[in-house]
């Protein structure tokens, strides 16, 4: 059975799996076997489509680095949809979701995974003082827990900690970070936030290191929550 030892010092859970030209189900089957997760298809996915053939080797690995394997190579996505028991993870087509989320970008921290998912340019006008051209970068994440970790309350906003070019300047610049408390509680084992950076005229077409932290509050169940800070780095970052 999953662990329900305290998650702020807890590793991730370990999975061996080796498969080669298998049918994802088969991958899923074994994954549940050795967590106790119910990780599976969303009943409606089966249906769908025929699903990518799977090889994967890969041996004692954090849950959600071969959960992301799995789901990259068969285009599959976590989905979330009315009632999921605790401890389980429904997983469907890509084409159900609109996107694949596990073809991002990812950081592992302990028995959690930070996904860069998009990044957007934007430019805005106060027509007041036209003159002045306001230019921001949002960044968006998603956080994705094991399926033994009940997310209580989570963030509208990562906070970013450092953000550097090729050259080591920083792109940070002088704005107030937004305080990322907790706010809202998440209808998933996964929850959305962003992030602003400035950015300025000529701003390079790369982020070289990106590093930030997202804060939560979690634990085995409501009662034993706390707050968790998870920690995500990225490198090489390319820009709208």
Known sequence: MPSTRPIIQDGPTLVTVQFTRADPEAVLAEIRTQTGYNVALYEAARHMTL???????????????????????????????????????????????????????????????????????????????????????????????????KVVQCPYYAEIEEAVDASGTSLLGTAPRTPSRPAVAPRAIWFAVTANLPCPAGAPKHIARLRGVVRCLAGAGEASAAEVTIPFSFENVPLP
Request: aromatic share 10%.
């Open 51 to 149: 699903f990518k053939p799977v090889t994967v080797n890969m041996r004692q690995q954090p849950f959600w680095a071969v959960v992301r394997e799995v789901c990259a190579q068969a285009d599959l996505a976590p989905y979330a949809y009315g009632y999921a028991p605790s401890g389980s993870l429904m997983l469907t087509t890509v084409l159900n979701v609109g996107s694949a989320p596990m073809k991002c970008p990812y950081s592992l921290h302990g028995p959690f995974m930070v996904a860069l998912t998009g990044i957007q340019r934007h430019s805005a006008v106060d027509m007041a003082a036209p003159a002045e051209v306001r230019r921001t970068l949002t960044l968006t994440f998603t956080v994705y827990a094991e399926p033994r970790i």
